[in-house]
């Protein structure tokens, strides 16, 4: 027989991947966005005009997923894309000042739910996991 279910570290990791996104979906959906738009607009507020490949790069998404946020985003006066001064054919992406609005206070509530996950630990604990998170990402690429 393989692994039983309650020792594969992959169960756990997905059971508080899923708690996470679950906690961050209510914590961003009264501004209105998903998890993955707000993703999408953390990015674009610390570097506004980024490319859609590099936005889909920095979510962790696919490219085809990122043009689904990308166009409802758009759709909702969220976003404006327009051409790059030098390069025509690239579209920039940057929030609009409704944007600026939604994501301002989808991200006080969804740092709100990253601090509470963070206080769970103490800072040393805090610097293992991310060294052991490190390694499992490191021994799965």
């Not at 501004?31 to 506004?48: C, F, I, R």
């Not at 894309?81 to 006080?108: C, Q």
């Amino acid at each position: 027989m393989g692994l039983p279910f309650d020792q594969r570290l992959g169960g756990h990791l997905k059971r508080v991947e899923n708690e996470l996104n679950t906690a961050k979906q209510a914590a961003v959906r009264p501004a209105g966005l998903t998890v993955a738009q707000y993703a999408a607009m953390l990015v674009l507020s610390e570097q506004p005009g980024v490319s859609a490949a590099e936005l889909a790069r920095r979510c962790r998404v696919t490219p085809q997923t990122m043009t689904t946020v990308l166009r409802n985003l758009d759709a909702s006066g969220l976003i404006e894309r327009v051409p790059h001064e030098v390069h025509r054919n690239v579209l920039e992406t940057r929030l609009t000042p409704a944007g600026v609005a939604a994501f301002e206070i989808a991200d006080e509530r969804a740092v709100a739910v990253e601090r509470r996950l963070a206080d769970e630990f103490s800072a040393e604990e805090r610097q293992v996991l991310e060294a052991l998170l490190a390694r499992c990402s490191s021994a799965l690429t």
